[in-house]
């Protein structure tokens, strides 16, 4: 267990809709990121905040937003979902100054359908 | 902008033999970290192993060892006595340092490496 808590594990819906995936850090931890895993693209990072700002940028499309809240849970949000968006999204945190990797969530698996 | 490499899509092995997955990077970054994930069928991201570049001694988890390469800019993972349980994508990761030496940023990672253990 990484510590790093994600939800839901799964989500079914359709073209057009708009969903919400929820990261909760470890305990202290003020970086989140986010990525996303599909089969053709690999995992791709999508973008990083820390204690509450935004702190870099990946490639996230236009559709996409997340955020940051006072707790340090972090939340992305897929709008205008199209079938191309089905992937597994990924949460991870980390330290300031630490010396080492990410810890990951197990990861939100998005089908649109 | 860093980029990794993963030139191996699949690779298999028989139990209790050795592997090496093979990675290469390209960063003009003197000071980073490289790791090692492993990606079961459960898909967590799981930490291997993790070198900093500034140590010049390969490190070493037990069965897991790497062999950096610095100014060839290589990173292997070589995996001894392998296990069923190995079995996994593997993915190679870099991430920069900053000038007092620690990591921040974000995780950048190769295409991945399928790996088979054959019983």
């Known amino acids: 267990d990484s510590g790093v808590t994600q939800t839901p594990k799964h989500l079914i819906t359709a073209t057009g809709q708009r969903v919400t995936l929820r990261c909760s850090p470890r305990?202290?931890?003020?970086?989140v990121y986010w990525y996303q895993q599909s089969l053709d693209q690999g995992l791709q990072f999508l973008i990083q905040?820390?204690?509450?700002?935004?702190?870099a940028k990946g490639n996230i499309l236009e559709r996409f937003s997340a955020q940051q809240f006072p707790d340090l849970h972090s939340e992305l949000n897929l709008s205008s979902l199209e079938l191309g968006d089905s992937a597994l999204y990924f949460c991870a945190s980390s330290v300031k100054g630490d010396t080492g990797e990410l810890f990951f969530g197990e990861g939100s698996r998005l089908t649109v359908l | 902008a860093q980029t990794v490499t993963q030139s191996q899509p699949e690779m298999s092995v028989q139990e209790a033999e050795t592997v090496t997955l093979s990675c290469t990077y390209d960063?003009?970054?003197?000071?980073?970290?490289l790791f090692w994930y492993k990606q079961p069928p459960s898909r967590q991201m799981i930490l291997v192993i993790r070198q900093e570049a500034y140590k010049q001694q390969n490190a070493t988890e037990n069965r897991f060892s790497v062999n950096f390469q610095k100014a060839a800019k290589s990173f292997s993972l070589k995996i001894s006595d392998s296990q069923l349980g190995d079995a996994a994508m593997y993915f190679c990761a870099y991430r920069r340092a900053n000038a007092g030496g620690t990591s921040y940023g974000k995780l950048t990672f190769g295409q991945g490496t399928i790996l088979t253990v054959h019983p």
């Open positions: 960063t003009s970054e003197s000071d980073y970290y």
């Open positions: 305990s202290g931890d003020l970086s």
């Open positions: 905040y820390y204690n509450g700002e935004e702190r």
